[in-house]
């Protein structure tokens, strides 16, 4: 049964912090590209960052490029989104995604398996 776990989600203050986990289970993990996506209340989901199959090479939306580092631990089967300089706009539901497309998939509709999602919220 596939399998994607997030966790580390919670309450930060502006400038703030955290860092989320997305355990993975019942696949190759290592077949399969990871991308961290976001929906906020009202709008449309949108890629953050992603790592691609086989390697750690990693790619990232202009809005979180230089605040937010993704990385895989591929023995863990778990990959790491770092957010740091929160702002209120990054607030929204994280969610991560495994695609098994070769090359930086962002497209949503290239991703073959979502998380659950964990709630981010960035307020004083």
């Known amino acids: 049964q596939v399998q994607l776990v997030e966790s580390g989600g919670g309450l930060v203050q502006p400038g703030g912090s955290l860092r989320l986990s997305c355990a993975a289970s019942?696949?190759?993990?290592?077949?399969?590209?990871i991308g961290w996506f976001r929906q906020a209340p009202g709008k449309e989901r949108e890629f953050v960052a992603g790592t691609i199959r086989y390697a750690y090479n990693t790619y990232y939306a202009d809005s979180v490029k230089g605040r937010f580092t993704i990385s895989r631990d591929n023995a863990k089967n778990t990959v790491y989104l770092q957010m740091n300089s929160l702002k209120p706009e990054d607030t929204a539901v994280y969610y991560c995604?495994?695609?098994?497309?070769?090359?930086?998939?962002?497209?949503?509709?290239?991703?073959?398996?979502w998380g659950q999602g964990t709630q981010v919220t960035v307020s004083s």
């Open positions: 019942g696949f190759s993990f290592d077949d399969y590209a």
């Open positions: 995604a495994a695609s098994v497309r070769i090359g930086f998939p962002t497209d949503g509709n290239e991703y073959n398996y």
